[in-house]
């Protein structure tokens, strides 16, 4: 059954990056103890086996010196000051690789399981935490007795592995009895140090059980009712209405924008009624024509309006205007499958406009075609290239 907040709603959406998010803000991620403890105590241990030879021989050393001295200093104030100098050099320099390692082990061991976290949030004090009924609740509730499972897993198995090292380790250990001092120091040390290693190593059973389990419950405590995700969803992107209000403030001011090109283009391929698309072309600056507007509907009438208010050509070409719109984007140049089409209605505008400025013989309208590749959009009014409506007429010149 899925876990229910305060008011009684189920918890059965996953939760949100913002959740994750602020959770960890306020310090909460997932944290595994015994990987911490078994990732330590391992390391520590296999410091122990790579070190371990060579700090006992620094203690040695340091035993020498404080147990030996030359006569003459016994005579000398200074001396004990001196020695004692040298031997806390010397067990600092022996236990400083395993010292160093430890450290690594305590910073990196927690960042594997949540990353390294830290939230002046977590510190304060919560006086929920102080209440006795929270607290009693905590003591006998399913987290405690989880955590009791573990303890009495951690027991049954370093108990477990502990029987079978002395078992196996009995003569071993009978024989230091018989051996000198300093060689059996260095035995029992080597003992030592595997039976620790193979303590430390058993734990990994309880670890690899508590990383999942604490995955899970901390998306567990993190898991958000459709409601909560519906409300963080307007919190972070606002209202459907207010959005949908913003939209449609972004397109008015988008079509504002593109009308105001609308009296800079060289023409305005029409459907004729449905579709406009203005085109403008700049030997000098442009390497193809650029489509400056275009649209659809009451956007088509307004652009068709301002063409005519500014004496720019229309041309009527169906197929070529559908293709136009549906191919070609603002500010952007047109296709490179329909420069010809859009070259021979420049063409034949240019020639239009210099028969009616200076006389002359007016030129034949085109019949642009559309390439097969575009004929999906051309065809979308029912038009067909190459028939007699495909024939264009201009008008405003």
């Known amino acids: 059954m899925a876990e229910e907040n305060e008011n009684g709603q189920e918890k059965t959406e996953q939760p949100t990056p913002k959740r994750?998010?602020?959770?960890?803000?306020?310090?909460?991620?997932?944290?595994?103890?015994?990987?911490?403890?078994?990732?330590?105590?391992?390391?520590?241990a296999a410091?122990?086996?790579?070190?371990?030879?060579?700090?006992?021989?620094q203690?040695?050393?340091?035993?020498?010196?404080?147990?030996?001295?030359?006569?003459d200093d016994f005579f000398d104030p200074g001396a004990p000051t001196r020695y004692f100098r040298m031997a806390i050099g010397m067990g600092l320099a022996a236990v400083a690789?395993?010292?160093?390692?430890?450290?690594?082990?305590?910073?990196?061991t927690p960042a594997t399981l949540g990353g390294w976290t830290f939230s002046g949030k977590a510190m304060q004090p919560k006086l929920s935490k102080m209440n006795p009924v929270k607290g009693l609740g905590r003591m006998f509730g399913p987290k405690a007795a989880i955590e009791l499972v573990k303890a009495l897993a951690k027991v049954t198995v370093v108990g477990g592995v502990s029987a079978i090292l002395v078992y196996t380790l009995q003569d071993d250990i009978?024989?230091?009895a018989r051996e000198p001092l300093e060689t059996g120091l260095l035995h029992g040390a080597e003992l030592f140090f595997w039976a620790f290693f193979a303590l430390a190593s058993a734990l990994i059973l309880v670890a690899l059980v508590d990383i999942p389990y604490q995955l899970w419950d901390h998306n567990k405590k993190?898991?958000?009712?459709?409601?909560?995700?519906?409300?963080?969803?307007?919190?972070?992107?606002?209202?459907?209405?207010?959005?949908?209000?913003?939209?449609?403030?972004?397109?008015?001011?988008?079509?504002?924008?593109?009308m105001e090109n609308v009296p800079k283009a060289d023409v305005v391929i029409t459907n004729p009624t449905h579709f406009a698309v203005a085109l403008r072309y700049d030997q000098a600056t442009m390497r193809a024509p650029r489509l400056v507007a275009k649209g659809v509907g009451e956007i088509a009438l307004n652009i068709r309006r301002v063409a005519a208010e500014h004496r720019v050509p229309l041309f009527e070409a169906?197929?070529?205007?559908?293709?136009?719109?549906?191919?070609?984007?603002l500010d952007q140049e047109v296709p490179a499958g329909l420069y010809l089409a859009v070259a021979q209605v420049l063409a034949y505008i240019y020639q239009l406009r210099h028969a009616r400025r200076h006389g002359g013989q007016r030129p034949q309208r085109p019949r642009p075609q559309v390439p097969r590749e575009f004929m999906q959009?051309?065809?979308?009014?029912?038009?067909?290239?190459?028939?007699?409506?495909?024939?264009?007429?201009a008008s405003g010149i």
Not at 60 to 71: C, S
Not at 227 to 233: A, I, L, R, Y
Not at 239 to 249: I, T
Request: hydrophobic share 45%.
């Open 174 to 176: 009978r024989q230091l």
């Open 318 to 329: 169906p197929p070529l205007a559908r293709a136009l719109y549906h191919t070609a984007e």
């Open 47 to 57: 410091g122990l086996l790579l070190f371990g030879g060579y700090m006992l021989g």
């Open 20 to 44: 994750l998010q602020d959770a960890k803000e306020k310090g909460q991620v997932p944290r595994s103890r015994e990987l911490n403890t078994t990732v330590i105590m391992v390391l520590g």
């Open 222 to 258: 993190l898991k958000m009712t459709r409601q909560e995700v519906k409300d963080e969803m307007k919190q972070t992107e606002g209202k459907p209405e207010v959005k949908s209000k913003v939209r449609q403030l972004q397109q008015q001011i988008a079509q504002g924008r593109m």
């Open 377 to 393: 959009y051309a065809r979308a009014a029912g038009w067909q290239a190459g028939s007699g409506a495909d024939a264009g007429r």
């Open 97 to 108: 690789p395993f010292a160093l390692l430890m450290l690594l082990a305590a910073l990196i």
């Open 59 to 71: 203690i040695f050393h340091v035993f020498d010196l404080a147990f030996t001295a030359h006569r």
